[in-house]
């Protein structure tokens, strides 16, 4: 399954780049839609614990990246 790269902005104007897999977009958008709680990020890097209550955005790449014309 392909990582999608996304951006998780907060309340306070922090944001979070994360590349997250289908699964993950698709369960963090539904916490979302919940109402909040907490949501992990498993990545490279290790694990980022996101207080869904606090997220005001998240943005998506809409397409691959192309290098040049």
């Keep these: 399954m392909a990582a999608a790269r996304a951006e ?6 922090q944001v979070l780049p994360v590349r997250l897999d289908e699964t993950q977009l698709r369960e963090l958008r539904d916490g979302l839609r919940a ?5 992990e990020v498993t990545g ?3 694990t980022v ?3 869904l ?8 790449a ?6 040049g014309f």
């Design 49 to 51: 614990a996101i207080d």
């Design 35 to 39: 109402g909040g709680g907490w949501f």
């Design 8 to 13: 998780i902005g907060f309340d306070g104007g």
């Design 53 to 60: 209550g606090k997220v005001i955005f998240v943005r998506t």
């Design 44 to 46: 490279e890097e290790g």
């Design 62 to 67: 809409s397409s691959d990246q192309k290098i």
